[in-house]
């Protein structure tokens, strides 16, 4: 039940509705196996590797214990203990711990298309665990889980995308498989923050976040970084928030069974505020808890013995 | 190598000047010199060797008018030597050498070692481009007046300056030279670090984008300058459909403003960059379709002077690692003259001497650069081309040490099967069999 001939997860720009949902709906079975308390050991004796080039907590913890929940173990190495700061290059570095074994590597990386890269000098499996600000893939498996759980689809229903849109990867992510699976999705954040001809990928650019929040069924938040205000990109945090921090004032009219995601790690009271994180219409723990399943899924896919 | 007296035949012999071909023979005797044209030698004339290129085609003094030749500073991706066999067995009769070497081209005892350097190895003639700023610092000019009497052929610092105010006084200091200022155009500014285009693909793959007008303003600037401060700038490459219009409303006004472009700018466009492979990286990068579309247009209508290969050897570390961090640029030394006459006049339908001149004349015409053409009593430099037949190109035809090339495994026309340089054969294919027999039948008279 290998979801494509491509030995990796790369990115889910190249997948159509039919490779998404065989993913989605393993999780989904994974998930009910998991709450009767049944498990598999589909990577008993299998080994991956961890490979992170820039600082990651729940990602690498939620792939970790995936791989940990379907038997394998792992090995985690990150830029802090590398030896790419020694001036070893990238391809000696991954040919050299290649040589040692592993049955699959999980990669973050600060640059677009470092696993692509990868995964051409390698023959194993690569997952790319988010690549600049190309793609996060596992990440916009988890949200579309996230949502399909909450609302029972996605189709037809309206996503807004909110905040640093042109540094994201989480969104690149969730638009190419919400498009897909038939969403209407929505950007929204800075000009300077929204990529040039993103209008082209099928997605709707909005202005004004008060117009569109009563039609929304789902709004992705999406981190500020405090770093892109010293680029000019926008004036202060506190104008930032002004026009788009996810505050109650902004929900009074939001539909009851909206839904709140965010990746994570949450900047409380910039782009989101905490009664809105920790209020009723909020689903961050349980993106949380199904980045395992989805993880799992993703990884019994790859590698599992068929 | 052939030092007797030989005689080329029954060649098409394209004047890019005058933009005639005609098919005739060339006599050139054993001190290089051509001693007959258009007639056979009687049988009694000391002719050693002939050479028949019928059907083929006889450029003169093609040049590659933009190449980093990494030696000194970097012989492990270039020499002069490795760079020169690629250009001879390219079909390339001379190098124009930016200044981006370590140490930089910045004094004339630089440019003077060049060419003691180059007249020592014997090699195809490099002409050096000088440093317009001292070590390109942007801050101060380099010694222009005796680089140029040491041989500098023009000055740049790669890149546009910086600094309004010394781009102004290097266009003043240098006009009475007559040599010009070659200048790459890009606001660091707007282009940040951004790796390939910005638009469409650069949104998709997630990578910082370049903006088209990074390039324009740079040349808006300049070509302003130049109307106001005098001075003569060659933009090099022009990547843009702007960047080309703003260079035909300058040459309009009259102004001494000339651009050139390379040849993967009319191959490729930024769709290429589509699957993160290196060999798509280049400064400036590759543009939108139709910018391609409009290089090309700027080429048929003369806006356009110049192709050159903006020439980058790497060492195989440059470009085996991800694209973000991969060092840009192409080796073309190799490919300039067959992927130039492949996309031009085989694709797009141009004359051969119209694509010639942007390769020859044109180069040599802005740079200053006095070579003889193929004339009576001249030391010639000249290749024969063929454009019948079709090549694939595999990276052992590679004599640069630089293999970072998007070409390798196209099919090209315009092979280069003989390179004369001087008068004496550098480069000959094995397919041009030299012989001592004349046939008659097939000789024009």
């Known amino acids: ?306 | 190598m052939i030092t007797e007296t030989i005689a080329v035949i029954n060649g098409r012999l394209v004047d890019p000047v005058r933009g005639t071909e005609e098919v005739t023979n060339l006599l050139i005797n054993s001190n290089g010199i051509v001693t007959g044209m258009g007639y056979l030698p009687d049988d009694d004339d000391d002719t050693s060797t002939v050479i028949d290129v019928k059907g083929r085609f006889i450029i003169p003094n093609i040049t590659d008018s933009h190449c980093s030749l990494r030696e000194p500073g970097h012989e492990d991706k270039e020499t002069f030597l490795s760079a020169s066999d690629a250009a001879v067995a390219g079909g390339i009769t001379a190098l124009i050498a930016t200044p981006d070497t370590h140490p930089i081209v910045d004094t004339p005892e630089m440019v003077s070692f060049i060419h003691a350097r180059r007249r020592a190895a014997g090699i195809v003639p490099i002409y050096p481009m000088g440093a317009l700023s001292k070590g390109i610092n942007g801050l101060e000019l380099a010694e222009l007046r005796l680089m140029h009497e040491a041989g500098a052929v023009g000055f740049t610092d790669g890149n546009s300056l910086e600094h309004t105010g010394l781009m102004r006084h290097a266009l003043q200091y240098s006009a009475d030279l007559d040599r010009p200022i070659i200048v790459t155009p890009d606001d660091p500014l707007l282009s940040q670090n951004g790796v390939m285009n910005e638009g469409y693909y650069s949104t998709i793959l997630g990578l910082r984008g370049i903006p088209a007008e990074s390039e324009e303003l740079r040349i808006s600037r300049d070509i302003e300058l130049v109307e106001r401060f005098g001075g003569v700038v060659h933009f090099f490459p022009v990547s843009t459909a702007q960047s080309v219009e703003l260079v035909r409303r300058a040459k309009v006004r009259g102004l001494a403003i000339t651009c050139g472009t390379a040849p993967h700018y009319l191959y490729f466009d930024e769709s290429a960059v589509d699957g993160y492979l290196t060999h798509f990286k280049v400064t400036p990068p590759l543009r939108s379709a139709a910018d391609r579309q409009a290089l090309i247009e700027g080429i048929k209508d003369g806006t356009i002077d110049t192709i050159a290969s903006h020439h980058q050897p790497h060492t195989i570390d440059g470009k085996r690692t991800d694209f973000v961090e991969a060092d840009p640029g192409i080796s073309g030394i190799d490919t300039l003259v067959c992927t130039t006459l492949t996309k031009l006049v085989r694709d797009e339908g141009l004359s051969i001497s119209q694509v010639s001149r942007l390769i020859s004349s044109n180069p040599l015409a802005i740079y200053r650069i006095k070579r003889p053409g193929i004339a009576l009593m001249k030391r010639p430099s000249f290749t024969v081309i063929d454009m019948k037949n079709e090549f694939t190109l595999e990276s052992s035809q590679f004599k640069s040490k630089g293999l970072n090339s998007p070409f390798i495994g196209r099919q090209f026309t315009g092979k280069s099967l003989m390179t004369v340089i001087e008068g004496r054969i550098r480069f000959i294919d094995p397919i041009l069999k030299p012989s001592s027999v004349i046939d008659p039948e097939h000789t024009p008279r």
């Open chain 1, 1 to 306: 039940m290998k979801f494509s001939p491509d030995k990796s997860l790369l990115g889910l720009r190249s997948f159509n509705r039919n490779r998404l949902e065989t993913i989605l709906s393993h999780a989904r079975s994974l998930k009910q196996l998991y709450a009767d308390n049944t498990h598999t050991r589909s990577l008993q004796g299998k080994t991956v590797l961890t490979l992170f080039f820039e600082p990651s907590t729940r990602t690498r913890v939620s792939f970790e214990t995936a791989i940990k929940r379907l038997g394998g173990s792992s090995v985690g190495i990150s830029m802090e203990t590398s030896s790419v700061k020694k001036g070893e290059t990238l391809f000696d570095t991954v040919k050299n711990l290649d040589a040692m074994g592993f049955d699959a590597i999980v990669v973050r990386h600060r640059n677009a298309g470092v696993p692509h890269f990868i995964d051409r000098i390698l023959d194993v499996p690569v997952i790319n665990a988010g690549d600049g600000f190309n793609e996060h893939p596992s990440q916009g498996l988890l949200d579309i889980f996230t949502m399909q759980e909450q609302r029972g689809t996605v189709e037809n229903r309206n996503v807004l995308i909110l905040g640093d849109i042109l540094h994201s990867r989480v969104a690149r992510s969730n638009i190419w498989a919400l498009l897909q699976l038939g969403a209407k999705v929505f950007v929204a954040g800075p000009p300077t923050l929204i990529p040039a001809n993103i209008a082209d990928l099928g997605v709707t650019v909005v202005h004004d976040i008060d117009d569109v929040i009563p039609q929304m069924d789902f709004i992705n938040v999406l981190r500020i970084q405090y770093e892109r205000q010293d680029l000019g990109y926008f004036p202060t945090i506190r104008e930032y928030r002004d026009q788009f921090g996810l505050t109650q004032e902004r929900l009074k009219d939001a539909k009851p069974e909206l839904c709140i995601l965010h990746p994570g790690p949450i900047n409380r009271g910039i782009e989101i505020d905490s009664a809105v994180a920790d209020g009723p219409n909020n689903v961050i723990l349980n993106q949380v808890t199904n980045g395992v399943i989805v993880r799992m899924a993703i990884l019994d896919l790859l590698l599992a013995p068929k």
